[in-house]
């Protein structure tokens, strides 16, 4: 019997991961997943994204992601997904699911700026566009988080992604209350019958934080309105298509879960927590 979990957030080299799709559906059958999901970053309209994002014409994306679900028939689940940016130009109609993501943030002005590219790039960004104001750059991003749980993606990813260079609290104090109340506004914006919340492990396989999104009091929060969350790696690499999951898991359990939501071929189902 495969394990109780499962591996659906994923990048491959139709968008900024390292391996193919097969490369990555193999390396989740040998994890042990019960079903393994692409979602490459869907397409935008910023110059800069291109060769980093799926093209606008997804068919040979949806082929490949076919060609794997016949390959690994009664051995594993293989679902299409999409991850769908706050700017995007594509829908995500026409998907097994989706995982809705705010990648940018948007000035006065109403322009985007990347708030996980790295941490220079978001110091140089709320010192030119908000005046080294954290709180107007955190509450313009979540704001857009906000726009997008209104959406009902299947899965919210990475919710307090703004956080990802913050662990030493360099850029805002996160026990500070009007972050708080900036991040929960954005999670009471998520419908959660239809939408999981994942916990995120890619920031940790990538160097960048030494614990998952989201924050343990999102979570809590998450619980208390009857939310269920699903574990995810957001693998850029074969080798990490289940990384972390056992601090994800330890993680959930702290914030008082003791099953996790999986997406198979059947749909939604919840099994419990044995990481």
Not at 19 to 26: H, I, K, V
Not at 159 to 186: M, P, Q, T, V, W
Not at 235 to 252: C, F, P
């Amino acid at each position: 019997m495969r394990g109780s979990y499962c591996s659906v957030h994923t990048h491959s080299r139709f968008c900024d991961g390292e391996n193919t799709l097969a490369e990555m559906a193999q390396a989740a059958f040998e994890a042990g997943v019960v079903s393994f999901g692409a979602s490459g970053h869907c397409h935008t309209p910023m110059p800069e994204d291109q060769g980093c994002v799926l093209p606008v014409d997804m068919t040979a994306y949806r082929e490949e992601v076919l060609r794997l679900r016949g390959e690994y028939a009664g051995r594993m689940d293989v679902l299409l997904g999409i991850e769908l940016d706050n700017c995007a130009d594509v829908t995500p109609e026409g998907f097994d699911y989706w995982i809705g993501s705010v990648h940018r943030l948007r000035d006065s002005e109403g322009n985007w700026h990347m708030v996980d590219w790295d941490a220079q790039t978001l110091k140089g960004c709320l010192q030119s566009q908000f005046t080294g104001n954290s709180l107007i750059m955190i509450r313009s991003y979540y704001d857009e988080v906000c726009r997008m749980a209104a959406r009902k993606p299947t899965v919210l990813g990475h919710i307090d992604l703004i956080a990802k260079f913050n662990e030493d609290g360099y850029f805002f104090d996160e026990d500070d209350s009007r972050y708080r109340f900036a991040a929960l506004e954005a999670l009471h914006a998520a419908d959660p019958g239809e939408t999981l919340l994942e916990i995120n492990t890619g920031a940790m396989s990538r160097g960048y934080r030494s614990v998952p999104y989201p924050a343990l009091f999102l979570l809590r929060e998450w619980r208390d309105m009857g939310g269920s969350i699903l574990l995810s790696a957001d693998a850029h690499r074969a080798g990490d298509v289940v990384y972390g999951y056992v601090q994800a898991a330890e993680l959930a359990r702290a914030a008082g879960y003791e099953r996790s939501a999986l997406l198979t071929h059947k749909g939604r189902e919840e099994r419990a927590l044995v990481i």
